[in-house]
């Protein structure tokens, strides 16, 4: 118990720094010296001559790893082995199947049963896991291209209006002062670059999801959440 929690404050004394490794360094130190233990246990009941189920603790432990061993397969696949192997090779050097007190004559397999479903139990956990997780960046993307869809939407509507007076002032000008025709052609051509450059943003329009009250699409408001979405995110990162 002493052992359990000077892993469990070390967690807590690195909890702002902690990695996968160490998480599951932590989780195998709480639980090998069961090892020992379970065997010493054995051990001292196999010379006692009292009556006892052997190996409840090893089939007790296996379950507790299949239900609270992190998300890691191998980890907890290689505990389950550790703990499997201790219970045949104790069943055998103690000589338990001869043993008067042992009550449990099917042993070592109904051990080796709750450890077969102890891993199927922590592999359809790490397989859920998995697919959450899947889940989640999928859906983390989806809202990053739903965020990029709606600055693309937000440019283009911003430029309409600039690109309108553009256009009208190139007329005029073109009218009023046809002396000044390169001069216009010149910028005739750039705001027909800008004008096709807006309608390609517009391939980002099915991406956006349209909610109730997004009737009025204000494009200066998008481009300011966007902005105090970056600032937070910059924040963010210098904390860190």
Known sequence: MLWALLLLGLLLTRRRRLSTAGVEACFAGGVLPFLPLFALAEHAMARTGLVWVPMTGHRLLMLVLGVLAPTSLWLGGVLLGAFALEAVVLWYALGLGTHPGVRSPWEPWVTLIYGGVALAV???????????????????????????????????????????????????????????????????????????????????????????????????????????????????????
């Open 122 to 240: 922590l592999a359809y956990r790490v397989r859920s896991f998995d697919i959450e997780l899947k889940l989640r960046e999928a859906r983390a993307e989806a809202e990053a291209l739903e965020r990029l869809a709606r600055l693309f939407l937000a440019v283009r509507d911003a430029t309409n209006t600039p690109l309108q007076t553009l256009e009208l002032s190139i007329a005029l000008l073109q009218r009023r002062h046809p002396e000044c025709a390169s001069t216009t052609d010149t910028m005739e051509r750039a705001v027909q670059r800008l004008r096709s450059l807006a309608q390609r943003l517009g391939i980002a329009d099915p991406l956006v999801v349209w909610r109730e009250g997004d009737e009025s699409f204000d494009a200066e408001t998008v481009l300011q959440h966007l902005e105090e979405d970056l600032a937070r995110e910059l924040e963010r990162r210098r904390r860190r």
